[in-house]
């Protein structure tokens, strides 16, 4: 199916995220070539929430928002996993995102 193989190639790449930053569904998707799926990006990030060796909680949304928190267990558990790493949040937002931002590296 090829959702699958979207969603393990998504998997590939977040699982390179460095410890203490984060990317967004939109780099992610460019870096697999398909610009316009951040979308599927989030679905997903949504899907792996059993995969423990997938960072979902380094992945945010163009702006650096934690848009995806309500799919994490307890109220806060993403933005706890982030500032466990350094990472400032404040108001469900990543502070200083662009020190923070890491850039998947993009296939030719």
């Not at 799926?37 to 949304?61: E, K, L």
């Not at 994490?72 to 404040?90: A, H, K, P, S, W």
Request: hydrophobic share 40%.
């Amino acid at each position: 199916m090829a959702e699958d193989n979207f969603f393990e190639r998504v998997y590939i790449i977040a699982r390179q995220i460095p410890y203490g930053k984060v990317t967004s569904y939109g780099a992610i998707a460019k870096a697999l070539g398909t610009a316009r799926s951040a979308r599927m990006v989030g679905w997903a990030m949504n899907a792996c929430h059993n995969m423990d060796d997938v960072p979902a909680h380094r992945v945010v949304n163009r702006k650096g928002l934690l848009s995806g928190k309500h799919h994490f267990d307890g109220t806060n558990l993403m933005q706890q996993l982030l500032e466990n790493e350094g990472i400032e949040v404040r108001d469900n937002q990543v502070v200083d995102f662009e020190k923070h931002f890491w850039q998947p590296e993009i296939e030719l």
